[in-house]
């Protein structure tokens, strides 16, 4: 009873210190700073914003965001800590390199993305407070895809990977049966996630989904470390200002505490604290913009239906002239 009291007295302390911590979180954005936007451009399917380095190639760029959600989240500055370590991988599973640009105003990574598929992008910050080991990891499932490359072996290319050698505390989106190359979410979808430790499903993590109105939803993850979260519709346009092309930012983040004890940078520690993040984007409810196409159809079938009628009917009341000629023999 006694090591159970200390075991809940213990968890209350990271509560309070991930909530100290909380307003720390890492995550990737795909938007570019005010200052960056005129020199960026868009690319691939995704509209991932790149850098044209000449004869038709890009590099990709992302910045290190820094806050609980999209709303009140921050860009990481060149001149704060980069205390951190970065991966990146293609979609065939190979490391390849990854640069942070110290030139800039904030923190921006940039790699080439050659192959068509999934790249894993991640960047992990290590901190001990209070004896316990922090470990944040940014992480972003980047689709490169152009069609003029064709579509074979899709499988393969948007096949979700891990890599528990450097990411201990993993997340990955599960593929849907029907999913290729031109998936892009969008408000109102059933999605499931997944969640690995050291290469295995971890039960019980802590899911929280943010949208990018601020709408949060936090779920468990089962035996098989899944857990589905249907994105809400929660923005209301008029009408005539819907834009279906427009690409709103999710934030996904994922806790667990652990009794994994070691030495970082020689100063020990007793338990290990995980907060990992994976960021996407997402479209409109399709129910949105497809009922003003439905509208349309609607309007186009009435107008055609009442045309018909009206020459229909002038049809029917057309009469024929006939020629009668009278023989006065």
Request: charge should be positive; proline fraction near 3%; aromatic fraction near 12%.
């Amino acid at each position: 009873m006694e090591k159970f009291l200390v075991l809940i007295l213990y968890f209350m302390v990271i509560g309070s210190n991930f909530s100290v911590f909380g307003s720390k979180i890492l995550w990737l954005s795909n938007i570019p700073p005010a200052e960056r936007q005129k020199e960026i451009s868009t690319n691939g399917m995704h509209k991932l914003s790149s850098l044209n380095i000449g004869r038709g190639k890009v590099k990709i760029v992302q910045w290190v965001t820094i806050g609980e959600n999209v709303f009140n989240s921050t860009y990481l500055k060149n001149s704060e800590s980069r205390d951190n370590t970065i991966y990146c991988f293609t979609p065939h599973g190979d490391a390849q390199d990854c640069f942070m640009d110290s030139s800039k105003i904030y923190q921006e990574l940039t790699f080439s993305n050659p192959i068509e598929g999934y790249y894993n992008l991640y960047l992990v910050k290590k901190k001990i407070r209070n004896d316990t080991l922090f470990i944040r990891t940014a992480k972003a499932e980047l689709l490169n895809h152009s069609c003029r490359n064709g579509h074979k072996d899709v499988d393969k290319k948007i096949l979700p990977r891990i890599y528990p050698e450097v990411i201990p505390l993993e997340i990955t989106r599960q593929r849907n049966r029907l999913e290729n190359l031109h998936f892009f979410m969008a408000s109102g979808d059933k999605v499931c996630y997944k969640v690995y430790k050291s290469s295995k499903p971890l039960k019980d993590a802590s899911i929280t989904f943010i949208s990018n109105q601020g709408w949060k939803k936090t779920v468990k993850s089962n035996d098989k470390g899944e857990a589905v979260i249907q994105v809400i519709q929660d923005y209301f346009s008029a009408w005539q200002d819907i834009d279906n092309r427009n690409i709103y930012t999710y934030l996904l983040l994922v806790e667990y505490t652990s009794e994994e004890q070691g030495i970082y940078k020689g100063e020990s520690y007793g338990h290990t604290h995980y907060i990992t993040s994976l960021s996407d984007g997402y479209y409109p409810s399709k129910v949105m913009y497809s009922s003003l196409s439905w509208a349309l159809g609607l309007f186009l079938l009435c107008s055609i239906i009442a045309g018909g009628g009206v020459v229909y009917y002038r049809k029917r009341r057309t009469r024929i002239y006939r020629e009668i000629r009278v023989d006065n023999k």
